[in-house]
């Protein structure tokens, strides 16, 4: 005769039935401890809690990761981690990754004051040129115009003129041209091209008083500018008689990178 | 005669002519180009008593 340690089967009292084990079924097992049957009651809430695991533990998953199919759809959907230069580019070697804005420098327009009751060469306006817009290994060209205009008086010419500094001042200020309106003109226009070497220097084709350097095969001079700090293109109007009101009506520059 | 002076931490030579533009402003022809020198920079009092 065999001996088991185990036996048990569904309580006799409970209604019979096929299919899959409800919460409310009862399995009773029974054993043999210290020569006496011992009963043991276990619910069918009990086998199912333990069968869809309670709290859940997680870890590495085994087996095929592609053949986890709706985890592996849900990863395909993913977009990639962005690495500048890699699958995102950047703008004029600037990268696009973080929070934040870029301020975009090009086509910066600058409307000028009055200069009147001086002789000296006075500023009129100004449009700054962001630090770090010009970026080391990446040359391009500087298009600077202008317009000046008689306010008022008609007796002698008004100078129109174009500087850089790194600040909003003349001294030191380095000269890139100069126009000159007539004593009974109204109007007139300036434009230079300067070219930046993307090494630390700025050259200006040098017909200092013609209207445009593209219209003639004057030289060019070169400057040194420090592109790691703010730099300010400077209008400038000069009256030859103090009397006048000469105005730069406008002063812009674009950048072609 | 002096050719050189420093302005802003930067040295300049002067290579050209000196041009008087106004009782207070030169234009002054150095090796970074021409620049503004006005009576509010040392160098002024120099190249005009020079």
């Keep these: ?257 | 005669m002096l050719n050189t002076f420093t302005y802003n931490e930067i040295e300049y030579t002067i290579t050209g002519p000196i041009e008087v533009i106004s009782d207070t402003q030169l234009h002054v022809e150095t090796d970074k180009g021409i620049i503004l020198v006005d009576d509010t920079m040392d160098i002024y009092k120099e190249l005009t008593n020079g």
């Excluded at chain 1, 399995?27 to 333990?50: L, Y």
């Excluded at chain 1, 690495?83 to 703008?91: D, E, L």
């Design chain 1, 1 to 257: 005769m065999s001996t088991f340690n185990w036996w048990g089967d569904w309580r006799p009292t409970l209604t019979p039935h096929t299919g899959n084990l409800q919460p409310t079924d009862l399995i009773e097992c029974t054993s043999i401890v210290g020569g006496a049957t011992v009963n043991t009651a276990i619910t069918g809430a009990q086998i199912i809690a333990a069968a869809s695991g309670g709290s859940a533990t997680w870890g590495g998953i085994t087996g095929t990761l592609s053949s986890q199919t709706d985890l592996q759809t849900a990863l395909n959907a993913k977009q990639d981690t962005l690495v500048s230069g890699t699958n995102i580019k950047t703008v004029n070697s600037t990268s696009l990754l973080g929070s934040g804005d870029i301020s975009l420098p090009s086509n910066k327009i600058a409307i000028g004051t009055n200069v009147t009751g001086t002789i000296a060469n006075t500023i009129s306006a100004n449009a700054l040129l962001p630090a770090n817009t010009l970026v080391t290994g990446k040359p391009c060209m500087i298009h600077l115009k202008a317009r000046g205009r008689r306010v008022s008086g008609a007796s002698a010419v008004i100078a129109c003129g174009m500087y850089r500094n790194t600040s909003v001042s003349l001294s030191g200020a380095t000269f890139l041209g100069q126009i000159q309106i007539g004593a009974t003109n109204t109007l007139g226009q300036l434009e230079r091209h300067l070219f930046w070497d993307g090494a630390g220097n700025i050259s200006v084709h040098f017909p200092a008083t013609l209207v445009s350097d593209m219209i003639n095969n004057g030289s060019y001079t070169t400057s040194v500018i420090n592109p790691a700090v703010d730099n300010y293109f400077l209008y400038t109007i000069q009256c030859s008689n103090a009397g006048d009101t000469g105005q730069m009506q406008w002063g812009l520059y674009i950048i072609y990178a």
